[in-house]
T-cell receptor, first 113, second 117 residues
Framework: SQQGEEDPQALSIQEGENATMNCSYK?????LQWYRQNSGRGLVHLIL?????REKHSGRLRVTLDTSKKSSSLLITASRAADTASYFC?????????????FGIGTKLQVIP | EAQVTQNPRYLITVTGKKLTVTCSQN?????MSWYRQDPGLGLRQIYY???????DKGDVPEGYKVSRKEKRNFPLILESPSPNQTSLYFC????????????????FGDGTRLSIL
């Protein structure tokens, strides 16, 4: 089963609005990362948040992490048509040696001009 | 330019005909990985490699083989492809993912779309 599950699976908004995507996971994590995938392309890393952090910002992106609820959210402010893509959360799990990363199913975001 | 290169980008083939998808990275990364992406299932890891000559199974390794003879290359081999291996495949690389460097972001290729008839 998937470690991370994004919600909603699809989201359609108007340009200029904010977009919020959520990710829930099942086991304790070390880090959580968000990736973006444009149609027909590979994933691109957006932002990482560590398990001891609660919020992180990068440009128009804001990520929160609530380890008690095992959930994270990605907020894209003032969305643009170019933000249209699928967004995935990825969790890092493990201790000591190799840290396994598991991807969620993704949220497909459409920003309408 | 730092990149992960996969070839071919598209392939249509028939059941049982051995094929290899190549993956090469120019960032001197230790860690490389193969994923398949299917609708409703997200990305699932097939195999990964921590370094040269070190490979291990991911979540869905059945029907696949890999090798890591050189640091830059990590080919994915389908010895006897079957229709259930029709999928979009991604290769990724990163700095090593152990200990204090466990949070390294992965760099992805643009994908290989395989159709097995």
């Amino acid at each position: 089963s998937q470690q991370g599950e994004e919600d909603p699976q699809a989201l359609s908004i108007q340009e200029g609005e904010n977009a919020t995507m959520n990710c829930s996971y099942k086991t304790s994590i070390n880090n959580l990362q968000w990736y973006r995938q444009n149609s027909g392309r590979g994933l691109v890393h957006l932002i990482l948040i560590r398990s001891n952090e609660r919020e992180k910002h990068s440009g128009r992106l804001r990520v929160t992490l609530d380890t008690s609820k095992k959930s994270s959210s990605l907020l894209i402010t003032a969305s643009r048509a170019a933000d249209t893509a699928s967004y995935f959360c990825a969790t890092d799990v493990g201790s000591g040696g190799y840290q396994k990363v598991t991807f969620g199913i993704g949220t497909k975001l459409q920003v309408i001009p | 330019e730092a990149q992960v290169t996969q070839n071919p980008r598209y392939l249509i083939t028939v059941t049982g005909k051995k094929l290899t998808v190549t993956c090469s990275q120019n960032m001197n990364h230790e860690y490389m990985s193969w994923y398949r992406q299917d609708p409703g299932l997200g990305l699932r890891q097939i195999y990964y490699s921590m370094n040269v000559e070190v490979t291990d199974k991911g979540d869905v390794p059945e029907g696949y083989k890999v090798s890591r003879k050189e640091k830059r290359n990590f080919p994915l081999i389908l010895e006897s492809p079957s229709p259930n291996q029709t999928s979009l495949y991604f290769c990724a690389s990163s700095l090593k993912r152990t200990g204090t460097l466990s949070n390294q972001p992965q760099h992805f290729g643009d994908g290989t779309r395989l159709s097995i008839l």
